[in-house]
């Protein structure tokens, strides 16, 4: 396109390369003088910690260890390389914890008060290259985005890997056919995971010989991986019985929560369980989510900024109709959530069994309060197979 102007005419590209050209000499390189998060306004492990407890109830180990890694990532960009300097590597997490504990939660929390790139990804989704499905490439192809296809600030960003559990290897022989969607999809995130230069499709999508690349160093990438691992407990299991022998037996046996075995999970388990070794070598930070009681279930039904019960009476207020919730009820709705074992997620399940009736006829209405009874919440759920 030709832009007419007084003596003469001006094509696009050119008024293009002509504001690029003004605007480096008025305010210097845009690429070269951009920096890392100020390290000052960076918030500490304990301001972290604060921020995920008004979303997440329990699980202070799994928020601790967050904290701190984020808060050493954080320090990690800001570091200054020197010839003699030490260089600080990263450490990736992966968390392990039943469904419903909080994984996610937690991922999606914490990234509302990041100044870095966050995006959250499924493994279930990605196959071996060359197989249908996504390539774990595309990991940093969402990470782009994040970043609005900034280079320089994606490989300073934090990447959530959930449901790692889903790609484990489905047996430990060797088979005959490849297994392309579980040990396959592994080796392709080993190099990810490490540390290396990445060819990645800025579009993402599969890969085409025709296709200009993005090259991204995930050297200074954070990965945090998590997955409910079903059924690990009887690995653990195993492995604390094949070690408990001899005389302090009994005594080691009594010490033993046999309700939340995850609390003992090592290494070693996750090897049973099907990650290759090399890539739980890669993930050296393992914590684990405890599992919800009674009390924990409670507090998560109106304790947090978004509680369950705080978005249902937010739901009818903008009906302008105010909704209360008996203590009878809420026993009753985390007895039904014990009994289903779908931890946090259970109870918005049960909820909404109990309230749909509710609203479907009250915007009609012309009622302006509604409480929840433990009368009317037992003959909801009569009715409901959770």
């Known amino acids: 396109m030709l832009i007419r102007g007084l003596h003469g005419m001006i094509c696009d590209e050119c008024a293009r390369q002509a504001y690029l050209i003004t605007k480096e000499a008025i305010n210097g390189d845009p690429e070269t003088d951009r920096k ?19 979303y997440v109830i329990g699980q202070e180990q799994a928020k601790i260890c967050l904290s701190v890694a984020v808060y050493n990532h954080y320090k990690r960009l800001n570091q200054d390389y020197d010839d003699d300097a030490v260089e600080i590597e990263k450490s990736n997490i992966i968390m392990v914890g039943a469904t419903g504990t ?41 990470l782009l985005q994040v970043a609005d296809y900034d280079v320089r600030q994606a490989q300073r ?3 959530f890997i959930d449901e790692i559990d889903k790609i484990s290897r489905k047996q430990d022989n060797p088979s005959l056919t490849k297994d392309v969607g579980a040990e396959g999809v ?11 230069i990445v060819n990645v499709p800025p579009k993402g999508g599969r890969k085409h010989p025709d296709q200009d690349y993005v090259q991204v160093d995930t050297r200074q990438i954070l990965f ?28 080691n046996k009594k010490k033993i929560d046999k309700n939340n075995l995850l609390r003992y999970i090592q290494p070693q388990d996750l090897k049973s369980y099907g990650l290759i070794p090399e890539m739980i070598g890669r993930l050296p930070v393992l914590c684990t989510l405890d599992s ?10 109106f304790e947090p900024k978004n509680s369950i019960v705080r978005q249902y009476v937010k739901l009818l207020e903008m009906d ?54 433990a009368k009317f919440a037992s003959e909801r759920l009569k009715n409901v197979t959770l």
């Open 36 to 54: 890392a998060p100020d390290f000052k306004s960076v918030p500490k492990p304990q301001e972290i910690k604060s921020f995920l407890d008004q």
């Open 102 to 142: 909080g994984k996610t939660l937690l991922a999606r929390t914490i990234a509302r008060m990041l100044q870095v790139p966050f995006t959250i990804v499924d493994a279930t989704v990605f196959t071996e290259a060359g197989y249908v499905g996504e390539d774990v490439e595309s990991i940093l192809s969402r």
């Open 157 to 159: 960003g934090i990447v």
């Open 186 to 196: 592994q080796q392709s995130l080993l190099k990810l995971l490490e540390g290396s």
């Open 224 to 251: 945090i991986c998590g997955g409910a691992f079903d059924g690990i407990e009887r690995k653990i299991a195993q492995r604390m019985n094949t070690q408990v022998i001899g005389f302090d037996s009994v005594r």
């Open 292 to 301: 919800l009681d009674r009390e924990t279930l409670k507090k998560i039904l």
């Open 320 to 373: 302008g109709i105010k909704l209360s919730f008996d203590n009878d009820a809420l026993e009753l709705i985390v007895d039904k959530a014990l009994e289903c074992k779908l931890g946090a997620r259970g109870l918005r399940t049960i909820i909404e069994s109990i309230m749909m009736p509710a609203m479907y006829s009250l915007p009609s209405s012309s009622k302006r309060t509604f409480k929840v009874t």
